[in-house]
Structures are given as structure tokens and as C-alpha cells.
């Protein structure tokens, strides 16, 4: 069974920095696709950053050049280096695994981490 367990959320003011991390079990993590993606209040959860299990990562054009996606296929583990916080980056922060299995796209989710940037 898939455990996605999120951490590292918290309040920070604009211009600040907040590290997310995401502990993974029950997974080849390398088999994966790792990513993470965020839902304001009154939004859809909008992707922010994937990784490939090659590394290659992508990114909203919204945190391009901000955040950084990177991961640890031996420690199973998934960060999101936030830096140049703005307001409209609040908002709770999910860890995804996403794979293609007999064609269907499987998704696990995390519980969550909330994310509050102060203006």
C-alpha cells in the first residue's frame, strides 16, 4: 500500500523560504512519477512541479525559477525548495506518485501540508 507522508509547511512571511519533504513507502520509487501540486482555497488543485524517475523535472510557469523539485530514489523521499514566497502561494501542498499501469493512470496522494505566505 502506497504512503505518501508530507512535512516541512508552515507560516512565512513574502520573500521567505519553506523546504517540503515527502516520505514515501509501499513504492519502487523509481518506478514513479513524483510531483507535487497545491489547491488554494476555492481552487483545484493545480500541479506545481513533477519529477521523472530519471530526474528530469517540470514546473508550473508560476514557480519557475522559485521552487525546486528534487528526489531521493534510494531514501524514497521527495523535497520542494520554495524560495521568493509570495501571497498566492498559500495554499495546502500535496506529494503525488502518479504511474501508468495497463494504461490507466494511478494517483496517491499525501494527507497534506499547509503552506501560508503573509504579505
Known amino acids: 500500500q502506497v504512503q505518501l507522508v508530507e512535512s516541512g509547511g508552515g507560516l512565512v512571511e513574502a520573500g521567505g523560504s519553506l523546504r517540503l519533504s515527502c516520505a514515501a513507502s509501499g513504492i519502487t520509487f523509481s518506478n514513479y512519477v513524483m510531483g507535487w501540486y497545491r489547491q488554494a482555497p476555492g481552487k483545484e488543485r493545480e500541479l506545481v512541479a513533477t519529477?521523472?524517475?530519471?530526474?528530469?523535472?517540470t514546473y508550473a510557469n508560476s514557480v519557475k525559477g522559485r521552487f525546486t523539485i528534487s528526489g531521493n530514489n534510494a531514501k524514497n523521499t521527495l523535497s520542494l525548495q520554495m524560495n521568493s514566497l509570495q501571497p498566492e502561494d498559500t495554499a495546502v501542498y500535496y506529494c503525488?506518485?502518479?504511474?501508468?499501469?495497463?494504461?490507466?493512470?494511478?494517483?496517491?496522494w499525501g494527507q497534506g501540508t499547509q503552506v501560508t505566505v503573509s504579505s
Open positions: 503525488n506518485a502518479m504511474r501508468y499501469r495497463l494504461g490507466t493512470r494511478r494517483d496517491s
Open positions: 519529477i521523472s524517475s530519471s530526474g528530469t523535472p
